[in-house]
Structures are given as C-alpha cells and as structure tokens.
C-alpha cells in the first residue's frame, strides 16, 4: 500500500509508530479493545445501579482502566523502532500480561487493601515495584520518552531527596511509602487524573469515534467545503471550519489532523498553497480544537477535578477566546489566500450572487435559532408538566426528529465519497449537503442538551450522546434504503451497521490507549508533588529566576510550558504542567500584586502546554501533517506556530485582562468585549502577516499591534493615566469601608507566615460588603483588627468568612490598604485605538488604489 492511499487510522500508527499485526493477535486485540470500550460504556450507565450487578466504585474502575491501558499498550506498541509490526513477539505478551495484572491489583485484592491502609505486604511491595517500572515502559512505547523520562525524575527525587542541592532537598521517601503513595493509593498512578480519563474522557473519546465512523466528519468537511470553497483560499477556509468541528469531540490534535487532513492538505495544495503552509493551517486548525469547549481534550474534565469549579463554568470562560482564535485563523488563512493571489473557486459554474448568499446564511442562522428556542423551551415546559413520563415522551420525540431528518437525507443524493484526488472544478451544492445529513446533529445536540441543561455529570451525558450514535449506526442504513426507495442509491444492510458499530468501538479504545496511559503516568508526577512538596521548591525556583518581575515570571512558566508539553498528548500535558506550574504563578503572581483566578492560570498553562504539539522540533501534529503534505516538517511546524502566535498571545491577555475570560461580566458587557476582542485579534492577525488591506509597511504593522494592544487592555493606559487605587491608612480601613460602593473592592497588601513557617507578603482583593457601618462592612468580611506598636494586625477571621477564603489568618500584618478611586471607565481608552486603526486604514487604502 503506498502513502497516497493510507487510511487516517493507518497514518495515526504510522505517526505514532504503532503496530498492525496480523491473524490471530490483530483479532486479539480488536476484541480486548472491544471489551474494554463495552467495560467502560457499561460503568457510565445507569444499568448496573438498576439491576444492582456490576456496580464498580472509583478505585475498581479505575484499576480495571489501567489493566486494559497496559495490557493494549504493549500488544499494539513496539518496543524499538526495528521491532517487528506485523506481529507480537512473546516477550511483550509477557509483558502485558504482567503490567495488567498488576494494574488489576486493587480491583482484585480491593478489599484487604481497604482494611489495611497503610501496612503494606511483601505482596503490595513487590506489586508496585514491578508496576511503576512497567508503567514508564508503556508510556515509552506508547508516548515516546518525554513523559517517562519526567516521570522516572520524579520518582528519583523522591527517593534521593536527602542527598539533592540545599534549595531541592527534602526530608527523603521511604521505598515502602513511595510503592503505597503511587500504587497502592489513589494519591499517584490512580488519582484523579486517571479518575477522570476512566469516568469522562473514555466515553467523549468513544463519542467522536463513533460520529466519525457514523459518516458525521465526511459530512462536516463535504459541509465546509460546500459553504466556503468559493472564497479566496475556500479549501483552506473549509479546513479551518472542519477541523474546528472535529476539534469540538476530539481528544487528540494527532488524530484531527490525520481525519480532516487527509482531504483538506490536498485541496489547498491544489489551490495554490504549498506543502508547508497547507499542512501548518491543518496544524493550526486541528491543535485549536483542544481548546475548544464542550471538550478542549479532556481538559475541561480535569479543571473541574482539579479547581472544583462546575463545568458550565468552566465552559464558560473557555469559549471566547477559542472562538476570536479561531476567527482569528480564518481570517490569517484569508491574508494569506491575498498574499498568494489565490481565485475564488466558482459554484456550479457560476459565482453566487450575494443577495442569495445573505438570504442562505439569514435562513440557516433561523433555522438554527428557532430550533434551539424550540427544544430549549419546549422541553422546558414538558419536564415538569409531564413528570416521571418525560423522558419517554423526550425520547418518542426524538426518534420522531430521526425519523424526519432520515427522510429529508433520502430526498437528497448521498455525498460523493472522500477522494483528494477529484479535481477541483465544482463545488457541492449547499444545500443538498446540509439536508444530507442533519440527522448527524441529533447527537451532539443531546450531548450539549444534557451537559448544559440537564447538568448531568460528563460521563453520563457522553453515554446518552454515544447511545443515541449507536442507534443511529445500526439504523440510518437500512432506513435510509427503505425511506429513498430508489435502487440507483444502496447505503447497504443492517449487517453493514453491526459492523459500524463494532469498529467504532475498537477505534474509540484503540484511540484511548495512549490517552489512559498518560494520565496514568502523569499521576507519577502529581503524587510526587504531594508528597514531597516539590511544589513549593518550584515556586522559589521560579521566583529566583523571574526576580520577582511577574511578566518574565510568566515568560518562564510558558516556556517550561512548552518544554515538558514536547511530546506529550493534551491530557497529559494539562496534568504535569498545570500540577507544577498553576500554583506557582498564582502566589507568586499574589506577591507580586496581580490577583490571578485559577481558571485564569490554568487556562495559561494549558494554552501553552497545547501549543508543544506545534512547536518543533518535537510538534507531533506537524510531523504528522507533513506526512499527509509530503512537505518538510520542520518548515510545516515553524509556519503552524507563526499562524498560533495568536494562541500564544491570549493568555498573557486574559491573565491582566480577566474580562475575556467572562469573569463578573454581566450579558452585554461580554457582548461588547467579544466584538472589541475579535477586532483586536484580527488587527494582532494582520500585524503578524505583514498584510492588511495591502501589504503593510514595518510601521503600520507595529501601530497594528498596538491598536490591537489598546484594545484588548484599554486598563494598561489608563492606570498609567490614573491610579486606580488610592493608599488609606490601615488603621482606617472602616472609615473608608463606609464610603467605598458595594460593588467595588479593597485591596490589602499582607506580610505573615505561611503554612510552613515562611515569611511571605502577598495581596488579596475582598468585595465590599453591602450597606452598613464601617465597622459592620468590617464584621461583614470576617476581620477583627488591632493596633500594636504602630502596626495593623489581625486579631480574628472569622470562620467561612470572605477575608478566610482570600487566605487572610490571625497575626498577619496589613502593610497596606488601597480603596479604588473614581475614574472614567477604562474603555475610553479604545477611542484612541479606534482612531489610529483610521489613520492605518487611510494609509493602506491610499496605497492600494495608488497601485491600481
């Protein structure tokens, strides 16, 4: 088989250097893979608690998780890149066998182990000792060296904690201790991390699996192709628009780029983009779908383990900027489309007229809308109206909608089959791409239905979206050669859809085996961290080196960011980076006067441990791009992370800038800062390409950059103007709490102890209360304060009081005390902005109609 016609799953391995054996041990490992996603779609429903069999706490799913991981791990990895593929040798099934069995450990033994926490046998000992080692082998197969390598350092500084430099030593980790933190106890291997890929990111993983073999990603590209190929660069726009819908349900920025890009790299190079920057806009596309809400490659599962933050939250404040990111692509694939000098390709023959382009878009946005107001209100009204029974009538409505969105697909012609080789001379009709596979949507509207509104757990709501997916697998065939009625069109036999169905599943947990093994690995590291506070010799260490300037601070953390993301899938990479990194950027950021949310930090990091995937020399998806482009991939990986300097820029903004973030922003204030937002990263865009309305001149592209700049921190300027806050005597802080507004906020600077004994002076922000007295708003914030020898300190805190939750403790100093002062709001700044973008605009149009 030559490259050209290597299928997706086929050019994963390659990327990934797994193996394909054949006979027997490939129809092993198909049905291990079967039963472990069967396992784990039986865990996440409501069977097992009905019938009252089968039911597995935590840490017995997660032991069974790992032995499935492993056990898969070393029957479909190689041990050495001359190892053979089409077959397993003995001394890995050995391996496999043992690794498993000792994963499978705690289910098995679960309940001794729970009635001797602790107290260790020779048994549990040598369990843990052969298990780690094993572990880091799997993950060297699986993942490459990187995480094993951390991981392994890890697990020696634990033990060589004693004989490290003064700043890094510790008191030491016994042999006994260290086997029953990692192994035996959920605080290592079997935390959280690997908690939540066994409980959530398994079942989302199955989820876009089973849409990808249900025809839905061939739908989603044949879709964008449909509604953008007639743009300038339309193939590359499309790729932007199918990778992102990918990216939506995808845990995986490898196997995204891979899905789509296997007919989008083509098309672009057909259309004039070379090799490299066909397969950087696929990078870049594909890398962006990890930070793309429901999903953002489990990350959004972790963040709600890790802060306890609900999910809609976390939702919430994730969106916005992967969406300006994203518009942010496409119009950077635009500039370069301009650059190039790139035709719109035409549709049917003709140009689409714009009047009917605008009608199209308004009629799809009112389709979309009302029937979103339809199923939001409707159901709204029928759950309590119809009480127990609801869920019957929901579902009877649903199959109803299948039925229907069926019979539409039928009256349309099937979509022509994926082939990058088709010359581009027509694009597909909108339309009849559209109503071909609507049906496709009812999944995921279920999966957001129950997320979002129901608010059920991730879990269960991915098992409800994957269960309707199989019922759409083993029905949309046959159904549709019923409702079509015509034998000019077969979509073949029920048998056709067991099939689907079967492969789906082995995909999904073939998909996962490098996913489980991460975060299994990356539980090293967290447990590690906890146990001998190595946490706290980072922050010093990163103190050291930043010198307490909180910019080159963060400078460090996203380049250590990027060093320990190399290599590593999203998940993984999430865990080692936000467990290291995420604390220390928030107290060090505390010391040096920013209040930082932790969303905020952990979407810092997390931004740049993503952005390892594209930065060479290691960027996986951009090896595996120009694998697909046959271009060079340390070129396709240079021009991805040029195209993701927007996604590098964001988090430092929404780190000084906590509004993009959507924190305490009211509905039509997050209106405005989207619109402003989006300009800004289109002019940041604009100014990184050299290229405008024309091509910029080096001064244009600055003033570009810092428009963009003034308007994504208009509070930069205006604190350099007026000071936000004004100094108040400490020993007055209830004179001026009766005169500050309920809504504002005091900002104290506080020097005390830590919890280990350190002197350290951080700043804190506490909410004013509502109306009272000084001392009553005082009271109110949990603070009773005394006066000695001059100085402010804190007698009590009262208990659940805000002043406790924002880390304030008895005998701590007050340095100082700021109130804010009143000042215009800091948006006029914008105007300014605004004004110089004109100047730009008159300059470049200027030139351009000069040359024409």
């Known amino acids: 088989m030559t490259d050209k016609t290597l299928s997706s799953e086929e050019l994963v391995a390659q990327e990934v250097g797994a193996r394909n054996p054949l006979g027997f041990m490939a129809s092993l490992i198909a049905g291990l893979a079967l039963a472990w996603s069967l396992f784990q779609v039986w865990i996440a429903s409501p069977l097992p608690f009905m019938i009252g069999v089968g039911v597995f706490n935590d840490t017995e799913a997660r032991s069974i998780h790992l032995a499935f991981a492993l056990l898969l791990a070393f029957l479909a990895y190689p041990a050495f890149k001359r190892s053979p593929r089409d077959r397993v040798p003995a001394v890995d099934i050995v391996l496999a066998l043992v690794a498993a069995a000792t994963a499978a450990y705690l289910f098995i033994f679960y309940e001794q182990l729970a009635q001797r926490p602790g107290n260790l046998t020779t048994m549990d000992l040598v369990t843990a000792c052969i298990g780690l080692p ?6 060297r197969r699986a993942l490459g060296p990187a995480l094993a390598v951390i991981a392994l350092i890890f697990l020696i500084y634990s033990l060589a904690g004693p004989w490290m430099p003064a700043m890094l030593a510790h008191r030491g980790v016994s042999l006994h201790a260290l086997a029953n933190h990692q192994w035996i106890t959920t605080e290592g291997v079997f935390g959280i991390a690997l908690g939540v890929s066994t409980s959530f990111v398994f079942l989302f993983v199955l989820f876009g699996a089973l849409l990808e073999r249900a025809g839905a990603g061939h739908y989603f590209i044949q879709l964008a192709f449909s509604l953008l190929g007639h743009l300038r660069g339309g193939p590359a726009k499309a790729a932007v628009v199918a990778s992102g819908l990918t990216g939506l349900i995808s845990g995986s920025s490898i196997a995204n780029v891979v899905t789509t890009g296997t007919f989008t790299i083509p098309m672009m190079k057909r259309t004039g983009f070379s090799s490299e920057k066909a397969g950087a806009v696929e990078v870049a596309s594909s890398v962006n779908g990890q930070i793309m809400p429901p999903v953002m490659g489990a990350a959004a599962f972790l963040m709600v383990e890790y802060i306890g933050m609900p999910y809609t939250e976390v939702v919430k404040h994730a969106f916005l900027p992967a969406l300006i990111s994203y518009i942010a692509l496409f119009y950077i694939v635009h500039l370069e489309s301009l650059k190039l000098g790139l035709k719109a390709l035409p549709r049917n023959g003709v140009a689409h007229p714009w009047l009917r382009r605008l009608l199209g878009l308004a009629f799809g946005a009112t389709l979309i809308s009302g029937l979103s107001l339809a199923v939001y209100y409707g159901l709204g009204w029928l759950k309590p109206a119809l009480g127990d029974s609801a869920s019957w009538v929901i579902g009877g409505l649903l199959l109803v909608a299948y039925v229907l969105l069926l019979k539409i697909a039928a009256s349309n012609p099937p979509l022509a089959p994926e082939d990058p080789d088709t010359p581009l001379e027509r694009l597909p009709d909108t339309r009849r791409v559209l109503l071909s596979g609507l049906h496709f949507l009812l999944p995921v509207v279920v999966l957001v239905w129950c997320l979002m509104v129901e608010r059920l757990s991730p879990g269960l709501s991915a098992f409800w979206g994957s269960m309707i997916l199989v019922f759409i697998l083993l029905t949309q065939r046959p159904l549709l050669n019923m409702l079509r009625g015509s034998e000019n069109h077969t979509h073949g036999t029920f048998r056709d859809g067991l099939i689907d169905l079967r492969e789906g599943l082995i995909a999904g947990a073939r998909n996962m085996i490098g996913i489980g093994i991460a975060t299994a690995a990356a539980g090293i590291i967290v447990g590690a961290v906890s146990q001998t506070g190595v946490g706290l010799v980072l922050a010093d260490v990163v103190e050291l080196l930043s010198m307490g300037n909180l910019l080159l601070m963060l400078l460090l953390t996203a380049v250590l960011s990027l060093i320990l993301g190399m290599g590593l899938p999203t998940t993984a990479n999430y865990i080692v980076v936000s467990s290291l990194l995420a604390p220390v950027i928030v107290s060090l950021g505390q010391q040096n006067g920013l209040i930082v949310p932790l969303i905020a930090v952990h979407l810092f990091v997390f931004y740049f441990g993503i952005m390892a995937d594209v930065t060479p020399p290691v960027g996986l998806a951009s090896f595996a791009a120009a694998a697909v482009s046959k271009g060079d991939p340390i070129r396709t990986g240079i021009t991805a992370f040029y195209y993701s300097l927007r996604t590098a820029a964001l988090p430092f903004l929404f780190i000084f800038n906590t509004d993009l ?15 402003i937002s989006t300009i800004a990263m289109l002019l940041f865009a604009a100014g990184t390409q050299g290229y405008f309305l024309t091509r910029s001149r080096w001064y244009e592209s600055v003033l570009l950059l810092l428009i963009a700049f003034t308007l994504f921190r208009p509070g930069f300027w205006m604190d ?23 809504n504002s906020e005091l900002r104290l600077r506080v020097s005390g102890e830590d919890a280990v004994g350190d002197m350290k002076t951080f700043s804190v922000l506490l909410p004013v209360p509502e109306k ?24 009590v805190v009262g208990f659940g009081s805000p002043a406790e939750a924002a880390g304030l403790a008895f005998d701590q100093e007050i340095v100082a005390a700021r109130a804010p002062t009143e000042r215009a709001p800091k948006e006029i700044m914008w105007f300014p902005g605004l004004i110089l973008l004109a100047l730009v605009v008159w300059m470049q149009r200027r030139r351009s109609v000069s040359k024409a």
Do not use: C, S
């Open 134 to 139: 094993l572990l880091l082998e799997a993950t």
């Open 661 to 675: 973030l959507l924190i305490d922003v009211d509905f039509w204030h997050g209106v405005l800062i989207f619109i």
């Open 720 to 742: 350099m103007a007026v000071d936000p806050y004004r100094d108040i005597p400490p020993a007055q802080m209830a004179q001026a709490l009766e005169n500050l507004d309920e």
């Open 772 to 795: 009272g007295t000084g001392q009553e708003r005082l009271e109110a914030l949990g603070l009773t304060l005394y006066e000695q020898e001059g100085k402010t300190l804190i007698d």
